[in-house]
């Protein structure tokens, strides 16, 4: 399926649940896993979830932070960006950027559709860069793609770039040439395919 914002798999207490999100981010994916396994069934057949007795809804947890091994980490909302957020561990100086954070792959706009989010998308980058940390996991990067803060770096270049050539291309087509000449190497086509198409009004995004 298409990402599901920051659902973070992390025991907390004696109950251990298999994933855990804020109540915000558990009432937008109930909201809309219907027509994501409407799109995503036909897309990925027998490789992902085809009812909703397949899908792992996680529990609502609403703290700031969550212990792993003794130590704390830190869960931290995007200014601007509604239900998404990233996990910071002062310790390892680790950042675990979720659906913020990409690496060596095109970059999942469908789900941020306007310019003033993406300007916020932006922005918290450069948050997360100001941390200056020491390992970076993207929640989604290609095979040799380095765990560092050339991810942050990639993000944030492949955003600008889309909103350059976005008010240039007369259509979803003229998009997706223009992002792959830019980055002909970059995994994850089905990213800018269903983004540019959502971003020139030729899909309605979360709809069957």
């Given amino acids: 399926m298409a990402p599901i914002p920051n659902v973070i798999e992390q025991p907390a207490g004696d109950h251990i649940?298999?994933?855990?999100?804020?109540?915000?981010?558990?009432?937008?994916?109930?909201?809309?896993?219907?027509?994501k396994l409407a799109i995503w069934g036909l897309q990925l057949k027998e490789h992902g979830p085809q009812t909703l007795a397949d899908i792992v809804?996680?529990?609502?947890?609403?703290?700031?932070t969550l212990t792993v091994d003794g130590e704390a980490i830190e869960i931290v909302d995007a200014n601007g960006m509604p239900n998404r957020r990233y996990l910071w561990s002062p310790t390892?100086?680790?950042v675990f950027g979720g659906v913020l954070i990409f690496s060596g792959v095109h970059v999942w706009t469908?789900?941020?559709?306007?310019?003033?989010?993406?300007?916020?998308?932006?922005?918290?980058?450069d948050a997360i860069a100001a941390?200056?940390?020491?390992?970076?996991?993207?929640?989604?990067?290609?095979?040799?793609?380095?765990?560092?803060?050339s991810a942050i770096a990639h993000t944030k270049a492949w955003l600008a770039a889309f909103e350059q050539e976005l008010p240039k291309a007369k259509d979803?087509?003229?998009?997706?040439?223009?992002?792959?000449?830019?980055?002909?190497?970059?995994?994850?086509?089905?990213?800018?395919d269903i983004g540019a198409k959502v971003a020139k009004g030729e899909m309605a995004w979360g709809k069957p």
């Fill in 110 to 125: 469908a789900d941020t559709k306007g310019a003033e989010q993406r300007a916020a998308w932006r922005s918290n980058l």
């Fill in 172 to 192: 979803a087509a003229a998009l997706i040439d223009a992002i792959k000449a830019r980055y002909p190497d970059a995994d994850m086509g089905i990213a800018i």
């Fill in 131 to 149: 941390r200056a940390p020491d390992v970076v996991v993207p929640g989604h990067m290609a095979t040799t793609a380095k765990p560092d803060a």
């Fill in 17 to 35: 649940p298999i994933a855990i999100a804020a109540s915000a981010t558990v009432e937008a994916i109930k909201a809309s896993v219907d027509s």
């Fill in 92 to 94: 390892l100086r680790a």
């Fill in 57 to 64: 809804m996680p529990e609502s947890y609403d703290a700031a």
